[in-house]
């Protein structure tokens, strides 16, 4: 039993025994076979050393050609994302140039055309006052009709037309749109499509298109005219001026006036609230599409007769009305010969006013031009003669300067000489 503990305990305890036999060993340092085993130790370590070195010099090179190969295929990379890039931007360009040739010839077609007329059918629903029985509002129906001027303004007339008619799809559409802002006095504004509280609208070129020009002006009620947001901004909303609205001439496309539907408008006027503009009535396009010139002629004739009435009378609502001499009637005559004297006229007069509006400006321009040069000499002057100023109050001021050092030499002089006397006689005394 004694012989198997001590057995085991010898057994367990073995590489200590050796440990402790190993280190109670004496070295001795003149022995050869330590100098030998220090020489193959500091060899061994050396191959080792030698051996790492050769490993990180080869990782590095390694690690090197690799950044190398992604630096080359990032750099082939870029260069085919390059002439990619390149390539996009000239077939968009190409792509772009092609657009604008083929929108410029579509446009000199749309000139030659007619201007075209369309019609917006207009349903409002009553308001019942119990309080005011006198002021509520009775439902009524009626039709606008616009003549678009498509021979100035053909991309925006274009955009109108196409939304009227429902050409470019169901969702580009004013059927079932309603006015949701209208302003006693000054506009009635409808067109948002998409949302339909005046936030949004899309047009049949997009979200946005540019401002095409500002040829015509808001001149009296019944100008038709695209909302926007601020420059180059049109989309679908558009409004109806109630009066002559001068100060949004060169902000806002005019592109159509009204030729029929005076008195509905009269009515849509009159169910809006003056600051924000809520309607009173949900007024509604129930209808909307073009109509032929010739149609219009068969159209109830009551709006154009009170029209006229107004302007003999000089009666407006709330603003100049529609003059006789500048509304449309179709089918007046047949003679296409007349149509064309006509037509004539009218791009005369519209030259003769450019050339006069052209002249006029340019008259400014010149005198701007000679105020400006005047005021320039003006300050040029004025510079010069404060110099001037200056410059003899600094002789002045010199000149003073003198005089006041001579004043007081000569009285040192009297002074010392005065001194000089007193002591003589002094002396003498």
Known sequence: MLFSRIKKRVKKKKWEIETEETQEKEVNPDDESYAKMLKEIDEQNRRESEEEAKKT??????????????????????????EKKKRQEREQRAKEE???????????????????????????????????????????????????????CPMTS?????LCTGEAGKHLHFKGNIFHRIIPGFMAQAGDI??????????????????????????????????????DSNGS?????????????????????????????????KAGTKGDGDPKQKITIVDCGEIAREAVESLRNEDRKKARRMAREGVNMSGSPI??????????????????????????RRDKNRDR????????????????DRSRERSRRRRSRDRDRERDRDR??????????????????????????????SRSN
């Not at 390694?62 to 085919?80: D, L, N, T």
């Not at 509006?357 to 400006?372: G, L, P, Q, T, Y």
Request: glycine fraction near 6%.
């Open 194 to 231: 998409t949302h339909g509280d005046g936030t949004g609208g899309m047009s049949i070129y997009g979200p946005k298109f540019l401002d095409e020009n500002f040829y015509h002006k808001h001149k009296w009620p019944g100008m038709l005219s695209m909302a926007n947001s601020g420059p």
């Open 323 to 348: 003059r006789e001499s500048d509304r449309w009637n179709p089918g007046a005559t047949t003679n296409p010969d007349l149509d064309n004297r006509r037509d004539r006229d009218r791009d005369r």
């Open 57 to 82: 010099a080869e990782r590095e090179r390694m690690e090197r050609e690799e950044a190398e190969k992604k630096q080359q295929e990032a750099e082939k990379k870029a260069k085919e994302a390059a």
């Open 158 to 162: 274009e955009n109108f037309r196409k």
């Open 357 to 372: 509006d052209r002249d006029r400006d340019r008259d400014r321009e010149r005198d701007r031009d000679r105020e400006r």
């Open 237 to 269: 909303q558009f409004y109806i001026t109630l009066k002559k609205c001068s100060w949004l001439d060169g902000k806002h496309v005019v592109f159509g006036q009204i030729k029929d539907g005076i008195s509905i408008l009269q009515k849509i006027g």
């Open 98 to 152: 092609r657009e604008r040739r083929d929108f410029e010839k579509q446009l000199e077609s749309f000139k030659k055309l007619p201007n075209p007329a369309v019609y917006l059918d207009i349903e409002a629903e009553g308001e019942n006052d119990p309080l005011r029985p006198a002021a509520s509002l009775k439902p009524f129906r009626g039709r606008l009709v616009f003549e678009l001027f498509r021979d100035v």
């Open 396 to 425: 002045e001021r010199k000149r003073s300067g003198e005089r006041d050092r001579d004043r007081d030499s000569y009285r040192d002089k009297d002074r010392d000489r005065d001194r000089r006397r007193r002591r003589r006689r």
